[in-house]
């Protein structure tokens, strides 16, 4: 098995030290850090994404892998901006106002890195306004917003509001959450609807097709 | 179910709950109904009803029907205002054997709802784990913030409700064990602790959604043994010496007090001493 078909294996089973070791081994070698992403850490996150959805991996599998690919990213990131590599397109990523969860959105966070989205984490309880100024300070295509409770969802209709009424036509809104559902995407005109993590990548990318 | 001085509230009517919604989206009222029967006849103190976001005359309809079925005192779960009022102004309380609702639940940024209690009196659920710091919600990071937390909470239920500490349920936020890197349910369990021992709570319910605690988790090992109920189970065992005395639940679940020596008592306690990834790593081992 080739170097880069370990490191997948590395991010699948969550060990970070391997994952740490092959990628450095693979720098060592003359590998491309984009190369390094693409064709080892994503194939391996997208390898967790499937067994996550299909119940075979739960959430603690799916942290432990995310922890093992955020950490060879760490080494790759500088690397990356170095190489002049620019992200794909750039997410504003937080959970809404009222809400102090972070798990999913940090998977999230995850999975879009790792499919080379620039993502700039807002962090929990963030305010519609503080999304739309991060979004034009960082001239944004993509807005993420998280929730986990049935009292904060409706922050998230406040937030698309706020994107809209600050002119930003062109911002895709992407939302996610235990609560959320398609049905209430649509109708408080959410762009994409994320069930999960690993659906968020797909999500997002065809949004800002 | 049976753990004596342990209350249930039966979980099954909430819109959170897939199956739920599918009859509450169908306006399959019928199923609804069944789902009150079967969990008063299984067991539950309590029936809880929770109908998500839909309007509070619908609220009121399912308090009535719900009553229509069962004779148990129910638990109106939700966080908003009118659907909590349109529940408690129907409620029929002498069809429920003289017992009040429990109102789940009051925040610490929801304090109008104290005001409840003038249409008609209520048991209620105080949420401790998160504080009002000015006007937005922050967290309890520690267990003395928690119970700080407590504290005022049960000091305003007692001023603005005109009721005393039995009439109170505290509720002190359990989280997933599946996804706690950051020690919550240790936290959890040591605020407990402090509510327990102080003169100030005494006669105080404490309650937990104890579904919660495991979600994200797998049904079974690979022997097919189960994961959740024993987790769950191991930490009664824990919090109930701690003043745990109703849960929001199961009543399929098999909830029972564990030995110190069963695998789910051995696994948590080691959570409980472990940090950050370690704890996930460890909860992985239990059903890997």
Known sequence: MDELKQLSEAVIKGNRNEAKRLTQVLLDSGKK????????????????????KCNEFFVPEMLIAARAMKEAMAMLEPLLAQAGIKPKCTAILGTVQGDLHDIGKNLVGMMWKGANIGVVDLGTN????????????????????????????????????????AG??????IIGGAPVTQEYANEIGADGYAPDAASAVDVALKAVA | MAIPGLTLIGESINDSVPSTKKLFDANDIAGILE????????????????VGRRAPAFMAEMIQRIQGVTAKPLSIDTPDYEIAAAALKVY????????????NSISPLRLQMFDLAKIQPFMPI??????????????????????????????????RMGVANDQCILDPGIAPIGSDSEGITK?????????????????VHMSVGLSNF??????????????????????????????LDMIIGSVVRKYELLPPDHPAMVCLQDVLKLEGFDAIMRVKDFYS
């Open chain 1, 33 to 52: 850090p984009l190369e390094i992403v693409e064709q080892g850490l994503v194939p391996g996150m997208a390898v967790v994404g499937e067994k996550f």
């Open chain 1, 126 to 165: 963030v305010p519609p306004e503080k999304f739309v100024a991060a979004a034009k300070e960082n001239n944004a295509q993509l807005v993420g917003l998280s929730a986990l409770l049935t009292t904060t969802i409706p922050a998230m209709k406040d937030t698309i509001k706020a994107v809209r009424d």
């Open chain 1, 168 to 173: 930003l036509q062109t911002v895709k809104v």
């Open chain 2, 35 to 50: 789902l009150a029967k079967t969990q008063d006849q299984k067991g539950a103190a309590y029936i809880d009803v929770n």
């Open chain 2, 92 to 103: 029929d309380r002498a069809h429920a054997g003289g017992k009040p609702p429990v109102l």
């Open chain 2, 126 to 159: 105080l949420m401790v784990s998160e504080r009002n710091l000015n006007g937005k919600a922050m967290p309890c990071m520690t267990a003395e913030e928690t119970y700080q937390t407590a504290k005022e909470m049960l000091q305003m239920a007692r001023e």
């Open chain 2, 187 to 203: 936290r959890v369990l040591e605020s407990m602790r402090l509510i327990h021992n102080d003169p100030f709570f005494q006669g």
């Open chain 2, 214 to 243: 495991t979600v994200m988790l797998p049904p079974k090992r690979p022997d097919g043994s189960p994961v959740k109920g024993p987790l769950e189970s191991a930490f009664l065992t824990l919090a109930m010496p701690l003043g």
